[in-house]
């Protein structure tokens, strides 16, 4: 049967977005969804997004990485809010359901803003930080980050100890400013570098303020792909209302 996709990217982190709201996408078969991911052999993309339909929310979000494996998405979830948009399905506002749990978030001009989940377990290290956003982050300084093998060195702390086999995604940072850092991100299940990470750029802001390179609660994050920008607010230890925003855009559409 052929089957409509879309070609969505959010700061340069790229997605196949399937509309599967009439249940037609094998979802079992994730050596097809890898396939399709391929940039060589297939579409091409960090990971795959299906959009399912949801009894009481507006949608649900289904997110595979590119080698298949499954997670929250930041900037895949910003992506599938412009999708649902494109659909018809919302105006602009959203409330869905991810693996993480359900979100909300709002768009407008081109920017999704999404609403993350609290964070209340911050660990701090010797030379990194340790925090979930919805997918697992190790963030640590990297003051040569331009010019730097992210592949290599990132590869090397994901499959280490203590991340081993189940692995984290791996965020390098340097400090612009008390309200600007940038950050290079080696993805899990990318199993590379990709040009943006949603749930990672949180991960850095929520991480600069826990250790006090930051007071402000609005951070701007630059990514190989462009910015986005992270608020929030600290209430009794826990990170609150956490706030992704940036750009989603249709990048063209095809049949497989
Ligand atoms: N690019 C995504 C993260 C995908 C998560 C994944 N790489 C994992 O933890 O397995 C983002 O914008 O948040």
Do not use: W
């Not at 209430?235 to 992704?244: H, R, T």
């Amino acid at each position: 049967m052929q089957q409509t996709f879309y070609k969505y990217q959010g700061t340069g982190n790229d997605f196949v977005m399937i509309d599967n709201r009439q249940q037609t996408f094998d979802k079992n078969n994730t050596k097809r969804i890898a396939h399709l991911c391929d940039r060589r052999f297939g579409i091409g993309a960090d990971g795959l997004i299906l959009l399912e339909n949801h009894e009481t929310l507006d949608f649900e979000m289904i997110y595979y990485n590119a080698d298949g494996s499954q997670s929250f998405c930041g900037n895949g979830a910003r992506c599938a809010v412009a999708f649902a948009k494109q659909l018809g399905i919302i105006k602009n506002k959203a409330f869905f359901l991810a693996i993480d749990g359900k979100h909300s978030a709002s768009l407008s001009n081109g920017i999704v803003k999404l609403q993350m989940h609290n964070v209340d377990t911050v660990k701090k290290y010797d030379h990194h930080v340790f925090l979930n956003t919805g997918s697992p982050h190790h963030v640590q300084f990297e003051s040569n980050i331009d010019d730097f093998d992210i592949k290599t060195k990132g590869a090397k702390i994901r499959y280490g100890q203590p991340y081993n086999k189940a692995g984290t995604n791996v965020n390098f940072v340097k400090k612009v400013s008390s309200t600007e850092f940038k950050v290079r991100t080696y993805e899990r299940g990318v199993e590379n570098e990709t040009l943006s990470c949603g749930t990672g750029v949180t991960a850095v802001a929520l991480a600069m303020h826990y250790i006090g390179e930051t007071e402000k609660n609005l951070i701007t994050l630059h990514t190989q792909g462009g910015n986005l920008q992270v608020s929030f607010n600290k209430e009794s230890g826990v990170y609150k209302n956490v706030c992704l925003m940036g750009p989603a855009k249709l990048v063209f559409q095809g049949i497989i």
